[in-house]
């Protein structure tokens, strides 16, 4: 059950046609995915497994309500496959990391979208499987993307976004082993870009013949801010599960700790002992506190000032492209537990 402060999160924009009381969760559940990539969806159950396919169906869901405006009509389906596939990339070496702990394997698999020759699988402690499945993940990807016809163009802004996202699981990983470093500024500084927004945007860029170069800068300034309205829902509906992994860096997590809701060293219980003795009481601690509050009044903070930054950008609806967002915050909180 979702938290009362949660349940009363009420959205102010609709961006989709869907009946009031509609339930998100089988929404999601019928959507279809690309016939393209079922083969490396299907390799991923066999040689992964770690996530839901829910997953990526709310990923396909959701991503045409974000793309921005001015993607060519006939390259939109090919772009929407490019993310989902970097999506399943990005998705499965966080998880080698956050969930198995598996240092050896999450170094090489990073190496692959920069520079394929230096990955290795059969380096010692290496996962190769997981390895060459990722190589065939991102050769699909990289395929996609260079048939964009801006990819040249923006293909050095694409790979500083993914260094970003490489830098933001490298950072999770850090605090992981020195919580002491953790904090709401650096939270904000790289962990928000997990979330691959602005790379999905930069995406976007390349397949958009009728984009203005000389609005990236004010583009970005408001991509930035959704990608932050992206990570506190993000945050808001997985800091509980993440908990009972013994993971405690997320925003909701560290805020308490920063306002003195829960201590070091409870954090430092759950991490070394994740049960329901050390996480339960956290949890409630949480809950009982106004975190979620706080991230709620947070998001339409960001929420507004990404909308009075949209005016100065004529070849993208961007106002359109924030609307979605609002939504996407109740996609969040109906998937609860899903994500």
């Known amino acids: 059950m979702l938290p009362s402060v949660i349940v009363t999160a009420v959205s102010r924009h609709q961006q989709f046609d869907v009946d009031e009381g509609a339930d998100l969760v089988e929404i999601v559940r019928e959507e279809s995915l690309p016939e393209s990539i079922q083969p490396l969806l299907a390799e991923y159950e066999t040689t992964v497994g770690d996530r839901d396919p829910y997953l990526w169906q709310w990923l396909a869901h959701l991503f045409p309500t974000f793309t921005l405006s001015c993607v060519d009509d006939g390259r939109r389906e090919r772009t929407q496959e490019a993310k989902l596939l970097a ?8 998880d080698l ?27 010692a402690g290496v996962d190769a499987d997981v390895i060459r499945y990722l190589e065939s993940v991102w050769e699909a990807a990289e395929e996609r993307l260079a048939e964009s016809p801006r990819y040249e163009e923006f293909s050095d802004l694409l790979r500083f976004d ?18 002491g470093i953790v904090s709401m500024d650096d939270l904000w500084r790289y962990d928000v870009h997990n979330m691959m927004i602005c790379f999905y945007a930069t995406v ?8 203005d170069a000389t609005e990236l800068a004010g583009l970005r300034r408001v991509v ?7 990570r506190i829902c993000n945050w808001l509906v997985t800091w509980e599960r993440e908990l009972e992994e013994g993971d405690p860096v997320s925003g909701v997590v560290v805020h308490a700790l920063e306002t003195g809701v829960v201590s070091f ?28 509050t706080h991230f709620l009044e947070r998001w339409h903070a960001e929420y507004d000032a990404a909308a009075s930054h949209t005016d100065g950008v004529e070849s993208v ?3 359109t492209y924030l609307e979605a967002f609002d939504p996407i915050l109740d996609y969040h909180l109906e998937s609860r537990g899903l994500l």
Do not use: W
């Not at 976007?204 to 984009?211: I, T």
């Not at 759950?270 to 003795?277: G, L, N, R, Y």
């Open 162 to 179: 993914l260094e970003q996202i490489v830098a933001a699981m490298t950072y999770a990983g850090l605090a992981d082993d020195h919580l």
């Open 224 to 230: 930035a801010h959704a990608q932050r309205l992206a």
């Open 97 to 123: 990391a956050e969930r198995h702990g598996d240092e050896a394997t999450f170094r090489e698999a990073t190496k692959i979208p920069f520079d394929h020759a230096t990955a290795d699988p059969n380096r």
């Open 87 to 94: 999506s399943l990339f990005v998705t499965t070496i966080d």
């Open 317 to 319: 609806d961007l106002e």
């Open 204 to 211: 976007d860029l390349c397949n958009a013949s009728a984009f």
């Open 265 to 292: 060293d409870q954090l430092r219980a759950v991490q070394a002992d994740p049960t329901p003795e050390t996480v339960e009481p956290v949890v409630d601690t949480i809950r009982d506190s106004h975190a979620e």
